[in-house]
């Protein structure tokens, strides 16, 4: 009878739990696909009905696009908010920004809402089928789920600072969008200085593309930002984008049958190792 060999024996529980753990990446990415398959349906296929309002203080270009925070309150069911902080959220409603500066958003107006996981190059400069998407940059994510969490720097109190904070975050997520306006402007290096939310995306990794596409099914934080793309709910004429988080249970955390198989490979090669000294030793 031929001995089982150690090393090749160790090396395959190693690649049993490596597959193990990569197969958990790819189900999850499939549970957000999912999500995102029962929130779009909904209404006869126009998604999640709301009006908006804005609430922390903003100043107005061109009369339309607010520069701060905007309330979305659902009207017909709300889909699912427990991402959210209760310094973001309450009953039936969440707090987001502005994807765009070239799409604009009405109070008093319906709107219906289809989320994306991709969103297109286009950004607000190409409108298809009624709706207008964007792709979300690392940067707008990251910022938009601290904030989502209540975990930013940001005053979360309503009043004048909650304001300023909002407004100063509008820019910067435009500015990481590549999105202008008269008031915003483009990107350019003093901005990761003088916006104190770009400056800390700047400190809290050095060298890391904002700019890049981000990749919700990626995302490792236990978190997904989607692109809410929003159109007038009777004419389905595209709207201005929002942002949307949502729990993603892709995190950097092995499951326990991952860890158990390397737990127990690990404990394979030292007792292999152990018995191979012993048989030294005497």
């Known amino acids: 009878m031929t001995k089982p060999r150690p090393f090749l024996m160790i090396a395959s529980m190693l690649l049993l739990g490596l597959c193990f753990s990569s197969s958990n990446l790819f189900a999850d990415f499939g549970d957000l ?44 069911g709300t889909p699912d908010l427990s991402a ?12 987001t920004f502005c994807v765009q500066t070239k799409e604009y958003v009405e109070t008093g107006t319906d709107y219906s809402s289809q989320l994306s996981l991709e969103g297109d190059a286009n950004s607000a400069y190409t409108i ?10 690392e940067g707008t994510a990251t910022l938009y789920r ?19 904070d909002a407004s100063i975050l509008q820019a910067a997520l435009w500015k990481l969008q590549g999105q202008t306006t008269d008031k915003v402007g483009v990107l350019t290096d003093s901005d ?3 916006n104190k939310y770009l400056k800390y ?12 596409s981000y ?35 892709n ?5 326990p049958a991952t860890v158990a198989l390397w737990l127990a490979a690990i404990g394979g090669t030292l007792a292999w190792r152990r018995k191979q000294q012993q048989k030294k030793e005497t």
């Open 33 to 76: 696909q999912q999500f995102v398959e029962e929130y779009n349906p909904h209404a006869e296929n126009k998604g999640y009905k709301f009006r908006i309002a804005v609430d922390s203080g903003y100043s107005s270009v061109n009369g339309n696009v607010y520069q701060g925070e905007t309330r979305v309150t659902f009207k017909e």
């Open 84 to 95: 959210y902080s209760s310094k973001t959220s309450g009953n039936g409603y969440f707090q």
């Open 128 to 137: 298809t089928e009624g709706k207008c998407s964007a792709i979300i940059t």
């Open 146 to 164: 601290l904030f989502a969490t209540g975990e930013l720097d940001y005053n979360y109190t309503y009043g004048t600072g909650r304001a300023s």
């Open 192 to 194: 990761w200085i003088n």
């Open 201 to 212: 995306l700047a400190e809290l990794a050095p060298g890391k593309d904002w700019l890049a």
């Open 215 to 249: 990749d919700p099914g990626k995302d490792t934080s236990g978190y997904a930002v989607l692109a809410m793309q929003n159109a007038t709910y009777q004419k389905l004429e595209g709207a201005q984008d929002f942002l949307y988080l949502v729990e993603n249970p």
């Open 251 to 255: 995190n950097d955390v092995p499951e």
